[in-house]
């Protein structure tokens, strides 16, 4: 007799043995599959042979603070028909797949076209711990309120191997693939943004938008870090950004950047002036740039108050954070 809900398939005695990152844990298990589920079937019944149909019905059956488990077949999108608020503690939701991936992975969240204001983005996350693994977010939503793709404002969140990615809006002030409104995120392995769709205007039309209290996500980012990410844009004019906060206080503490590539695509038809910029000199925290490459951009960082390590000092100075 099987320890989980998916006897002689992924696990062996309880420890997961197959690829894409399903973690070891004492909670429950929730297989979702957009294109075969059923979302008429018990929690008991669920497993990887008779999944639920969509990531709401798992999600309402996820128990808070109970590291249960919600994991995405890979054979379809995920679709959304109005935002995925997930409040919850310690829920980890995991993308399946034969290995993991920064960009192009097999289980893909969606948001098309709604009507409800109330859906910014395909995703907002507000609980404390949660995780997301091996999952590409998007959003095509033209509503006018929906500007975002995720959310984040959490504590402790963990994105790893994402993808996020807003389809629309690439000629709105104020849009962005992700709202960094977390506190204690971290984002590893990402990328984030898109070289295919190109931003029109001069716009400020970020990545990762910084601004403090952004609504629905709320709260300020606060000892955020991106490591190893991608940074990816097809830029129309070169007040385009890749990091934006539009206020002195949104940064609490500690933004760090790290070993990550900022990188515009060839075929744009501008060169973005910067890549980290703040409308002001951040006076709650500070924002360190360390080891990261760019391509296609004037500069990393022009704006006080944003340190640069490793790859704008010369060599004499390696290694020594410097002020832009």
Same mark, same amino acid.
């Given at each position: 007799?099987?320890?989980?809900?998916?006897?002689?398939?992924?696990?062996?005695?309880?420890?997961?043995?197959?690829?894409?990152?399903?973690?070891?844990?004492?909670?429950?298990?929730?297989?979702?599959?957009?294109?075969?589920?059923?979302?008429?079937?018990?929690? *008991?019944?669920?497993?990887?042979?008779?999944?639920?149909?969509?990531?709401? #019905?798992?999600?309402?059956?996820?128990?808070?603070?109970?590291?249960?488990?919600?994991?995405?077949m890979g054979s379809a999108?995920?679709?959304?028909?109005?935002?995925?608020?997930?409040? *919850?503690?310690?829920?980890?939701?995991?993308?399946?797949?034969?290995?993991?991936?920064?960009?192009?992975?097999?289980?893909?969240?969606?948001?098309?076209?709604?009507?409800?204001?109330?859906?910014?983005?395909?995703?907002?996350?507000?609980?404390?711990?949660?995780?997301?693994?091996?999952? *590409?977010?998007?959003?095509?939503?033209?509503?006018?309120?929906?500007?975002?793709?995720?959310?984040?404002?959490? @504590?402790?969140?963990?994105?790893?191997?994402? @993808?996020?990615?807003? @389809?629309?809006?690439?000629?709105?002030?104020?849009?962005?693939?992700?709202?960094?409104?977390?506190?204690?995120?971290?984002?590893?392995?990402?990328?984030?943004?898109?070289?295919?769709?190109?931003?029109?205007?001069?716009?400020?039309?970020?990545?990762v938008l910084m601004t403090?209290?952004?609504?629905? #996500?709320?709260?300020?980012?606060?000892?955020?870090?991106?490591?190893?990410?991608?940074?990816?844009?097809?830029?129309?004019?070169?007040?385009?950004?890749?990091?934006?906060?539009?206020?002195?206080?949104?940064? @609490?503490?500690?933004?760090?950047?790290?070993?990550?590539?900022?990188?515009?695509?060839?075929?744009?038809?501008?060169?973005? /002036?910067?890549?980290?910029?703040? /409308? /002001?000199?951040?006076?709650?925290?500070? #924002?360190?740039?360390?080891?990261?490459?760019?391509?296609?951009?004037?500069?990393?960082?022009?704006?006080?108050?944003?340190?640069?390590?490793? /790859?704008?000092?010369?060599?004499?100075?390696?290694?020594?954070?410097? #002020?832009?």
């Open positions: 007799m099987g320890l989980t809900n998916f006897p002689n398939g992924i696990s062996s005695f309880g420890v997961p043995v197959m690829g894409g990152g399903v973690p070891a844990t004492p909670g429950n298990f929730l297989f979702v599959d957009y294109t075969l589920g059923n979302d008429g079937i018990s929690v *008991k019944a669920n497993s990887a042979q008779r999944p639920f149909k969509t990531i709401a #019905a798992a999600y309402a059956q996820a128990r808070t603070n109970k590291d249960d488990v919600i994991v995405l999108s995920h679709v959304l028909t109005e935002m995925l608020t997930v409040a *919850k503690n310690r829920v980890h939701f995991v993308g399946m797949d034969g290995t993991s991936r920064m960009y192009g992975q097999n289980a893909k969240i969606s948001m098309g076209v709604t009507t409800a204001a109330t859906d910014l983005g395909a995703l907002l996350n507000t609980g404390v711990r949660n995780s997301f693994h091996n999952i *590409k977010f998007t959003s095509a939503n033209t509503v006018a309120q929906s500007l975002y793709s995720v959310l984040e404002g959490g @504590e402790y969140s963990v994105y790893s191997n994402c @993808e996020f990615y807003k @389809e629309t809006d690439l000629d709105q002030t104020g849009a962005a693939e992700l709202v960094m409104n977390g506190d204690s995120a971290q984002l590893i392995n990402c990328t984030i943004g898109s070289n295919a769709n190109a931003i029109a205007g001069a716009i400020v039309r970020a990545n403090k209290e952004v609504a629905g #996500a709320g709260k300020v980012s606060r000892d955020v870090l991106f490591k190893n990410c991608l940074f990816w844009k097809k830029a129309g004019h070169v007040n385009n950004r890749f990091v934006y906060g539009a206020n002195a206080t949104d940064v @609490e503490r500690m933004l760090l950047i790290d070993d990550s590539v900022f990188f515009t695509t060839k075929l744009s038809t501008a060169v973005p /002036a910067q890549c980290v910029a703040f /409308a /002001a000199e951040q006076t709650e925290g500070f #924002a360190l740039i360390r080891n990261c490459s760019s391509i296609n951009n004037t500069k990393l960082s022009t704006t006080t108050g944003v340190y640069i390590d490793g /790859a704008v000092p010369t060599y004499a100075t390696s290694g020594i954070a410097v #002020a832009a």
